[in-house]
């Protein structure tokens, strides 16, 4: 199958299945919180006149989250928000996403939280907002696209299709 024989997946049911893996997302950032609460017997987030969070916190919940997208990608190229729609990753020859592309997929797919650096200066409100336009940007390039592909498949020579 190539990218021109599937069917390309619309907009809407890529911007559902997300929805749909936000909670997976959602859940796997408690179960790691409550683990490493646990391991650090309630001292994973310290508060004195400052709030303190151990260095390696949020790198271990990027490191899970980005496992979960990319063992489901590269296993049958469905998250579990991908399965109910009927939707799946491809390489562009229709074939199996590789490792590589899984990985740069995710990376420019990640890139607007790159926004929240511009917390300091711009407020918290104001950086979500810098990264939620940058979503739709990539996202929004998938209207104009004739496979409707964001631009983190066009990255990574990746389509969605039903």
Request: aromatic share 10%; proline share 4%; with cysteine.
């Amino acid at each position: 199958m190539t990218i021109h024989a599937a069917t390309p997946c619309p907009l809407w049911r890529r911007l559902i299945a997300l929805v749909y893996d936000l909670l997976i997302v959602v859940a796997l950032v408690m179960v790691v919180g409550l683990l490493s609460q646990l391991a650090t017997h309630g001292q994973l987030i310290t508060t004195d006149t400052q709030t303190h969070i151990a260095w390696w916190y949020q790198p271990l919940q990027g490191l899970v989250v980005a496992a979960y997208f990319l063992a489901s990608w590269r296993r049958g190229g469905q998250t579990v928000g991908m399965r109910p729609w009927r939707i799946r990753v491809l390489a562009a020859d229709g074939s199996g996403v590789t490792w590589r592309q899984a990985v740069l997929r995710l990376i420019v797919a990640a890139l607007p939280l790159l926004g929240l650096g511009l917390a300091p200066w711009l407020g918290q409100a104001s950086a979500l907002w810098v990264i939620g336009i940058a979503w739709a940007v990539w996202f929004g390039i998938g209207l104009f696209d004739p496979q409707r592909r964001a631009l983190h498949d066009i990255a990574a020579g990746t389509f969605v299709a039903r």
